[in-house]
């Protein structure tokens, strides 16, 4: 199996992307840690992971708690030595709408999840990152994060940010270690997020979470340059 005996992180694991990349990495033989807000939701990933042989252990927290992430580094770290991968999959859509219209306090939960939970992960388990022989970090961006779209400002600003954050890591420890960074932009998924945005579109006409957990894992298993933009058609 392409990633027996390594440890993964994945966030934002109790749907769509997130859930479906855990599951295809645990059946690739990865230990698969999952965080998300809904106990419930993630029992039934890892019921899942468990019915097909692999292993997972289940992280229920808000992302946006600021000591919440500090307590699951400090967690994971007393368990295992190092993290060979991690999946920056969380993230919230917000209101669609124009950039003169954005609502303050939703923009701030906005970019609350989206950049700054996402360094304080980073920053977390940055020690346990370095200690590992292969470490990938792979960050779920957008199309909007690269290419402005109207009315999509508060989304797309909160993911080029990232794009920025992950890329800025990624130079800085690329003479320090084996760490990898890369963005991944999965596309035109089936999703809840994206049936929130798009309610008029029909889910069959997308494609489904599992084709992008295919491409992550073909990412993550290839020799690919940190700093690389991968898209997933």
Known sequence: MKFEGQVALVTGASRGIGAATAIALAKEGAHVVITG????DLEAVEETIHAAGGSATIAPLDLTDGDSIGRLAAAI????KS???LIL???????????????????????????IAQQALIAGF???LRKSDNARLLAI???VGRKPRAFWGAYGASKAALETLVLSYGEEMRNLGKLRTAI?????????MRAHAYPGEDPASVKPPESVADGLLEILASDFETGEF????
């Open 37 to 40: 807000r809904t106990a419930k």
């Open 77 to 80: 770290g007393e368990r295992w």
């Open 83 to 85: 993290l060979d991968i």
């Open 89 to 115: 999959n969380a993230a919230m859509l917000g209101s669609l709408g124009p950039v003169t219209a954005i609502d303050g306090k939703e923009f701030n939960q906005v970019l609350t999840l989206n950049l």
């Open 126 to 128: 940055d020690p346990m």
């Open 141 to 143: 961006s957008s199309s």
């Open 184 to 192: 991944i932009d999965p596309g035109r998924t089936r999703t809840k």
């Open 230 to 233: 991968f898209q997933i058609s």
